[in-house]
Structure formats: structure tokens, C-alpha cells
């Protein structure tokens, strides 16, 4: 059984910082591309970044681009993202989700869009990130 936990969510202002991290069992953690998406109330799941295997091509939402970054300890099962200079805009709760079907890369390298959520399965149940003005 696959089980997703993020952490790392909190209180921030704005300009501050803050690394989410989702640790995965269940499945060979190494042998699969990452993302993190977010959800903000009210609103859609939105694809924040997604990283490839063996630390391989990321992908980043034009939004976060330049102050996010993903990245994965496959010896620890662990997804990160560090998030640099947060803004209100980025308040949502932060889901992890695994690539579907085995894939190793990141959707576009098969034809696909990253940030298209049927794109990923396993979703973990997020981390509220707030931050204040």
C-alpha cells in the first residue's frame, strides 16, 4: 500500500520561507518521477513543479519559476521543495503525487502535460502552507 506523507507547512510572512517534504512507502521511491501540486480554497489543483528520475529534468510553474525548487533524496524516499520569497498568492495546501503507471519521467517526455493532474496517482493528503501580507 502507497502511502504519501507531507510536512514541513506552516505560518510565514511574506518574503520568508519555508521546505516541504513528503516522505513515500509502499513503493520503490527511486524508480518514479515526483511532483508537488497545490490547491488553494476554492480553487483547482495547480502543478507546482515536477522532477524527474535520478535528480532529471524538473519542470516549474511559471509562478514559482526562479523561487522554488524541487528536488528528491531517493536514499531517504523523500521529495523536497524549497519555496524562496513566498508571497499571499501562494497560500494553498501542498499535495505530492507520484508520476502514474511506473513512468521514471516527467509527462512531457511522453507526450503529456506535467501540470495535468490524470497525469499522477497516489496524491498526499498536503501540508497547509498561509502566508501573511
Known amino acids: 500500500q502507497v502511502q504519501l506523507v507531507e510536512s514541513g507547512g506552516d505560518l510565514v510572512q511574506a518574503g520568508g520561507s519555508l521546505r516541504l517534504s513528503c516522505t513515500a512507502s509502499?513503493?520503490?521511491?527511486?524508480?518514479?518521477?515526483w511532483a508537488w501540486f497545490r490547491q488553494a480554497p476554492g480553487k483547482e489543483y495547480k502543478g507546482v513543479s515536477c522532477?524527474?528520475?535520478?535528480?532529471?529534468?524538473?519542470y516549474y510553474s511559471d509562478s514559482v519559476k526562479g523561487r522554488f525548487t524541487i528536488s528528491r533524496d531517493d536514499d531517504k524516499n523523500t521529495l523536497y521543495l524549497q519555496m524562496n520569497r513566498l508571497s499571499p498568492e501562494d497560500t494553498a495546501v501542498y499535495h505530492c503525487?507520484?508520476?502514474?503507471?511506473?513512468?521514471?519521467?516527467?509527462?512531457?517526455?511522453?507526450?503529456?502535460?506535467?501540470?495535468?493532474?490524470?497525469?499522477?496517482?497516489?496524491w498526499g493528503p498536503g501540508t497547509q502552507v498561509t502566508v501573511s501580507p
Open positions: 509502499g513503493l520503490a521511491f527511486g524508480e518514479h518521477a
Open positions: 522532477i524527474s528520475w535520478r535528480r532529471g529534468e524538473s
Open positions: 503525487a507520484v508520476v502514474r503507471s511506473g513512468r521514471l519521467y516527467c509527462p512531457p517526455v511522453y507526450g503529456d502535460r506535467w501540470e495535468d493532474v490524470s497525469q499522477y496517482e497516489n
